[in-house]
């Protein structure tokens, strides 16, 4: 399993580039719930491997898994939140930008990192857009696919998250 992510870019009002290293980022600037997720990394003379296992690097048994790629430019993907699963999503290809939003906090990462992704807890609002032409990410999900889980209107999600 491979995976990228991050640079932090926008915080509300505050900036702040992370270079190289995902232990960089400071976990209390992200949303409610939302962790990076490093898995190992093992690089030799033949290239990179990284990898992760369920409930240990992963911290849920995945019952899905999904890869979005060839996406259109000036497409958006995601632009919605869960009411009870829980994803990590990981690029494994190209660049492109995650915002994640609890209702009070928006983080703005640029996904880049081939062993770092995101989790997402529900009840946090995710939105992908600005994809390179070879870009492309991978997500694990804790639940098989619901379509009563998916919250699509902003609005919603946001009376949901002051009722708590």
């Excluded at 270079?19 to 997720?37: A, D, F, H, R, V």
């Excluded at 995710?126 to 998916?150: G, H, I, M, R």
């Excluded at 699509?152 to 002051?162: A, I, K």
Aim: hydrophobic share 40%.
């Amino acid at each position: 399993m491979l995976i990228y992510f991050v640079y932090l870019s926008l915080i509300r009002n505050f900036v702040h580039k992370i270079k190289e290293g995902m232990g960089n980022i400071p976990q209390n600037k992200l949303p409610k719930g939302c962790k990076m997720i490093e898995l190992p990394l093992i690089d030799d003379k033949r290239g990179s491997l990284a990898f992760g296992e369920c409930e240990k690097h992963i911290p849920f048994k995945i019952e899905r898994v999904f890869w979005t790629y060839n996406i259109k430019d000036g497409h958006m993907r995601g632009n919605h939140a869960h009411r009870t699963c829980q994803m990590v999503i990981f690029p494994l290809g190209g660049t492109f930008k995650m915002e994640v939003d609890d209702g009070e906090v928006q983080v703005v990462l640029e996904m880049n990192d081939p062993h770092v992704g995101i989790l997402i807890p529900p009840l946090v609002w995710c939105k992908l857009y600005d994809f390179t032409p070879d870009a492309a990410c991978v997500s694990l999900a804790s639940e098989p696919y619901d379509a009563d889980d998916y919250i699509h209107d902003y609005s919603e999600f946001l009376r949901l998250v002051v009722s708590g």
